[in-house]
Structure formats: C-alpha cells, structure tokens
C-alpha cells in the first residue's frame, strides 16, 4: 500500500528555535499534503494544506509566519516551526491521497517536545 | 456550530464480543465518511470508507453504518481481539478542498 515517511518520529528543541519536518511520498504523487496537530487524548486537527509548487492553505487561527511549510516537489512536503516555543509541544502528523484511493495516507508522526 | 462527537472517551469489552462505535455528527453534509485506527504514537491508518448514499460496509470483521437521516455512523467490529484495543477515529469529507475532519476519537480496549 501507499506509504508516507515522516522525519523526525522526535525531537527535542530549545525555546526560540526551528524545527523542520519532512513528509516524504514514497511510492505515489502527491500534489497536496494535509498537515495535522494532536495534543494530548484530542484528535486530529487540521492545521494547513500544502500545495505542490504553490502556497499552502492555512486554517484558521493557525500562523502562517509561524509555520512554514514548503511543497517544493511532487513527493516532499516540509513543516518548519520556527521559534518554538512550549506551547507548540504536540504531535505533528502528514498525509496525503494516493491517486485512485479514498483513503488518506498518513506519517507516522513527529513528537516535538519545546524545553 | 459544526460537531463530530464520538461515543465515550473509552470502551472496555470483552474479547469475542462485538465492539459498536458511534460517530454523530451536526450541521455537515458529509459526501462520504471514513473510519481510521490510531495507535499510542502512530499516525491513524484507513480502515474504511461509505458514501452518503450507502447504508453499510463491511470488510472482513468490520461493518460500517451510515444514517445521514440521524447524522450518524456505527462503527462495528465482530469477535473482538486483544489486538484490535486502540482509538479509533471518524472523520468527515465534506468535498471542501479534499479536507478531512475527524471526530474525538474511541478508546477501545479489548481484554481477554
């Protein structure tokens, strides 16, 4: 079946810095990638939706300077938070649709813990 | 405002008994609904998918309801294992931009 790869499953950063996560396609094209943020026994929200070679699509509420994503191929899409901080602790998952399929594909997620 | 509320925060059955999951849902228009299983972890995994023309789906010990009349779906898993304990999700396709909206998530723990 369908596979997305999502880098790092963890990480640990200081307040004030970036952390980039990488969702990678493996064996089908994906034009556009749904990225997700989890807290603690929640569910799945929706944060933005990335688009192959053009901007990405925010929520509501969800800042766009302070998450930075980048679909620059067919197979790649990036999640950059940039000046963590604490409060941005959660669990960041991917996904996308493989052509052909109604069932959404999705990484196995980035724990990112802000210290 | 628009809801999708999932039945008990947890759900302990026996195992070899069947597991029913409720999925309601208010002010959308769902073209279709899925069901995805998430372990402690992991990101959700597709289980199944019906349309808002469908009443019912099945796949192997898996049955899928759908009642847009109720706004609502059931969830079933026939002769429950230890391994099938973990949350399970629904979420909505509303046609809006190919986006998903999930549901609060079950809890379900299957014991021996």
């Known amino acids: 079946g369908a596979v997305v790869s999502q880098h790092p499953s963890w990480v640990i950063c200081k307040s004030g810095t970036s952390v980039k996560i990488e969702c990678r396609s493996l064996d089908f094209q994906a034009t556009t990638m749904f990225w997700y943020r989890q807290f603690p026994k929640q569910s799945l929200m929706l944060m933005a939706t990335s688009n192959e070679g053009s901007k990405a699509t925010y929520e509501q509420g969800v800042e766009k300077d302070k998450f930075l994503i980048n679909h620059a191929s067919l197979t790649l899409s990036t999640l950059t938070v940039t000046s963590a901080h604490p409060e941005d602790s959660s669990f960041y998952i991917c996904?996308?649709?493989?052509?052909?399929?109604?069932?959404?594909?999705f990484g196995s997620g980035t724990r990112l813990t802000v210290v | 405002s628009q809801k999708i509320e999932q039945n008990s925060e947890a759900l302990n059955i026996q195992e070899g008994k069947t597991a029913t999951l409720t999925c309601n849902y208010t002010n959308y228009s769902p073209a279709y609904l899925q069901w995805y299983r998430q372990d402690p972890g992991r990101g959700p995994v597709f289980l199944l998918l019906i349309r808002e023309n469908e009443k019912e789906k099945r796949k192997e010990r898996l049955k899928v309801t759908f009642d847009t009349t109720l706004k609502q779906s059931l969830f079933h898993i026939t002769a429950s294992q230890p391994a099938d304990s973990a949350t399970y999700l629904c979420a909505l396709y509303t046609g809006t931009a190919s986006k998903l909206t999930f549901g609060t998530g079950t809890r379900l723990q299957v014991t021996l």
């Open positions: 996904s996308g649709l493989p052509g052909g399929s109604y069932g959404y594909t």
